[in-house]
C-alpha cells in the first residue's frame, strides 16, 4: 500500500505531463507575422466552422478593409506548407499591403497542420526552418512546412482516399492533402473539415475572387502557370496578357471537370467566386537537388517567386474591377513598386 | 571622264530608284485581307482561344466564340479563326481526344469552305503550347488556312524573348507556311496579336 502511494504521484504527473503534450500538439501553430496598418481585423478560420478550435488545422484569417466598399477577395497561402513563395507573398500582404476599395481576406498558412514539420516530400534536403533578414537587420525566422497535414494529425491514411463527394480515388496519403479534399466536410477528417471551414467563410463573405498560390518543380509543366476556373478564364487571359507586357509569361490553363478536391475547381463550381490558382518554380521541389536553396537559388530567387504571385494578382484584381465594374473592384496596394521584389532581398520589404 | 561619272551616276540613280520601286511594290502587296463577322473557336482546347478572344476584344473585331462550338455558328459569318494548342496533361487532366478534336476542326474548315469563309490558324501560347498533341494538331489544321498568325521567332531574325515563348523555334510553322505557300505573321508577344488582327482585318484604330 504504502509503495502505491509512493507511485501515484509519478503517474498523475506522468499524466498531466502527457496531457500537456497533447495539449500542445492540439493548438495551432503560431508563425511570426506582423500586421500592418492595412490588416483591419484578424480572426480565426475556426470563427467560420467552431469544431476547428483548439485543433492543429486552426490558422489565423487577417481582414484588409478598404475605405470603399467594393468585391471580396480570399486569398490563400500554405495550402501546400512546402510551396513558401504563396505563404511569403500572404504575408507580404498582410504586414505591408494596404486595400483602398473591397476587402482582402488572406490566410498565410491555409492548412495550419502541415506547416509544423517538413518530412522532404519531393526533395530530403530541405530544411525545417528557413531565415529572412529585415531592413533593421532584424533575422525573422519561418516555418517550411510540408505538402499534407502531419500524420499525427490524421491518421492513419486510408489504402485509397475516396473525395467527398464525388467519390472519385486517389492515393491514400492525399487524405491529408488539402488540395485534394475541397469542398471538404463538416464531420469528416481534419483537412476536410479545414476545407469546409475555407467553403464556409467563402459563402458568408461572398467571396467574388479566390486565390489559391501554390509552387511546383522548376522543371515541372506546371511551373509558371495560371489555372482559371471556366468562369474565371476571360479575366485570367486579360491578366495574362497584361502581364506578358510586363515581361512574366504564365501559361494559361482551364480547370477541368475532373479536377475534383482541387480548389480551383471546386471553390468555382460551388461558390459564386471566380477561382484561380498559381504556380511558381521552386528549387526545393526538384527532386534532384542535392543542396536547394529555396531563399537565393538564381533560377528563381524567393522575392522574383513572390514577385510573380503578387503581379499575377494584381493582374487578377485589375482586370476583374474592369470586366466585373467598380463596384466589385478591389483595390489592393503596397508601399513600394513590386517591381523591386525581382532579384531582392524579401526580407527588407517584411517588417 | 566626267560625262563618264555622269552617265555612272545616271545609270545608279535608276537602279536604287527601281530597287526602291521593287521594295516598294514587294511591301504594297500587303498581307491578304480578311472579312468580318468572325467566328473564333478553339482546336486542342487549351486556353489559348481564350486568349484570342481578348486580342479580338481590344482589336474592336467582329466577333462570336466558342470552345468547341456547332457548325451552324458558321452561317452568316465571313472568317473563321481555329485556335491551336493543346490542354496540358501535367495537371491531370483526362484530356481530350485528339483524334476526335482534329477530326472535328478537319470538319469546321470543309463546313466554312462550303460558306466560301476564310480561314486563319492561330498559335499564340509559344513554345509552352508546343508538344507532341499540340503539334498533332498544328500538323493536321495549319496547312489548311489563308493564313497563320505565330507567336514565335522570324527565321533569321534574333529571338529576344524567352525560348519558351518561341512557338517558331524549330521553324515548324515557317515550314508549312512555305510549303502550302500560307501567308504568316509572327509575333514576339501575345497582345501583338491585337495589331494582327487590326491589319487583317483593316479596322482603324479608335481614339
Redesign the interface.
Known amino acids: 500500500m504504502a509503495r502505491r502511494q509512493t507511485r501515484l504521484p509519478v503517474v498523475f504527473l506522468l499524466m498531466l505531463a502527457s496531457l500537456a503534450v497533447l495539449g500542445v500538439a492540439d493548438e495551432p501553430l503560431s508563425h511570426d507575422i506582423r500586421p500592418g496598418y492595412g490588416v483591419t481585423d484578424v480572426r480565426w478560420l475556426s470563427d467560420y466552422f467552431q469544431p476547428l478550435r483548439d485543433t492543429a488545422g486552426d490558422t489565423p484569417v487577417y481582414i484588409l478593409e478598404g475605405e470603399q466598399s467594393g468585391g471580396v477577395f480570399l486569398l490563400l497561402g500554405g495550402t501546400h506548407a512546402n510551396e513558401i513563395a504563396g505563404i511569403m507573398a500572404a504575408t507580404l500582404v498582410v504586414e505591408r499591403g494596404v486595400v483602398m476599395r473591397g476587402t482582402v481576406i488572406v490566410i498565410p498558412h491555409a492548412n495550419n497542420s502541415a506547416a509544423k514539420q517538413n518530412s522532404g516530400t519531393y526533395n530530403a534536403n530541405t530544411p525545417q526552418w528557413f531565415e529572412l533578414t529585415t531592413a533593421r537587420g532584424e533575422v525573422r525566422r519561418f516555418h517550411y512546412g510540408d505538402r499534407r497535414t502531419q500524420p499525427e494529425d490524421q491518421q492513419p491514411d486510408p489504402d485509397t482516399f475516396v473525395h467527398f463527394p464525388s467519390g472519385i480515388e486517389f492515393a491514400g496519403d492525399e487524405a491529408r492533402n488539402l488540395n485534394r479534399n475541397h469542398p471538404g466536410k463538416p464531420d469528416g477528417t481534419l483537412t476536410q473539415q479545414i476545407s469546409y471551414a475555407l467553403f464556409q467563410l467563402a459563402e458568408s463573405e461572398n467571396v467574388d475572387i479566390v486565390v489559391d498560390m501554390h509552387e511546383s518543380s522548376l522543371t515541372s509543366s506546371l511551373a509558371y502557370t495560371l489555372v482559371c476556373h471556366p468562369r474565371a478564364l476571360v479575366v485570367g487571359a486579360f491578366a495574362i496578357l497584361d502581364l506578358e507586357l510586363g515581361g512574366i509569361s504564365l501559361k494559361q490553363e482551364e480547370s477541368r471537370q475532373e479536377y475534383y478536391g482541387l480548389s480551383h475547381r471546386e471553390f468555382g463550381d460551388r461558390t459564386d467566386a471566380l477561382a484561380f490558382l498559381i504556380e511558381s518554380p521552386n528549387p526545393g521541389q526538384e527532386g534532384g537537388e542535392q543542396a536547394p536553396d529555396v531563399i537565393n537559388d538564381p533560377r528563381a530567387p524567393l522575392s522574383t517567386r513572390v514577385h510573380l504571385q503578387l503581379t499575377t494578382v494584381q493582374a487578377i484584381l485589375s482586370n476583374h474591377g474592369l470586366l466585373e465594374g467598380s463596384g466589385d473592384s478591389i483595390a489592393l496596394s503596397f508601399p513600394f513598386d513590386l517591381e523591386e521584389l525581382v532579384g531582392a532581398d524579401l526580407g527588407a520589404y517584411l517588417r | 571622264m566626267k560625262r563618264r561619272l555622269g552617265w555612272m551616276l545616271i545609270v545608279l540613280l535608276f537602279v536604287s530608284a527601281g530597287a526602291a520601286v521593287g521594295q516598294e511594290a514587294e511591301e504594297a502587296a500587303a498581307p491578304e485581307t480578311f472579312a468580318a463577322p468572325v467566328v473564333i473557336v478553339s482546336v486542342g ?4 482561344a ?2 484570342a ?3 479580338a476584344i481590344r482589336a474592336g473585331l467582329d466577333y462570336v466564340f466558342e470552345q468547341r462550338p456547332e457548325f451552324s455558328i458558321l452561317e452568316g459569318s465571313q472568317t473563321l479563326i481555329l485556335v491551336m494548342g493543346a ?8 484530356g481530350v481526344d485528339i483524334d476526335g478534336e482534329i477530326a472535328w476542326a478537319i470538319d469546321m474548315v470543309a463546313r466554312a469552305r462550303e460558306l466560301e469563309m476564310k480561314v486563319i490558324a492561330m498559335h499564340i ?2 513554345g ?2 508546343r508538344g507532341s498533341t499540340s503539334d498533332q494538331i498544328i500538323h493536321a489544321i495549319a496547312p489548311l488556312a489563308d493564313y497563320i498568325v505565330v507567336k514565335g521567332a522570324t527565321p533569321g531574325v534574333e529571338w529576344v ?2 525560348e ?2 518561341d512557338a517558331n523555334a524549330d521553324g515548324l510553322f515557317s515550314t508549312i507556311a512555305a510549303e502550302n505557300e500560307i501567308g504568316i505573321t509572327y509575333i514576339a ?3 501583338d496579336g491585337v495589331e494582327v488582327l487590326m491589319d487583317l482585318f483593316e479596322i482603324e484604330p479608335t481614339e
Open positions: 482546347q487549351s486556353a489559348g481564350q486568349q478572344r481578348v486580342l490542354s496540358s496533361k501535367g495537371l491531370g487532366a483526362a501560347e509559344g509552352a503550347r524573348e524567352s519558351e515563348a508577344k501575345t497582345l
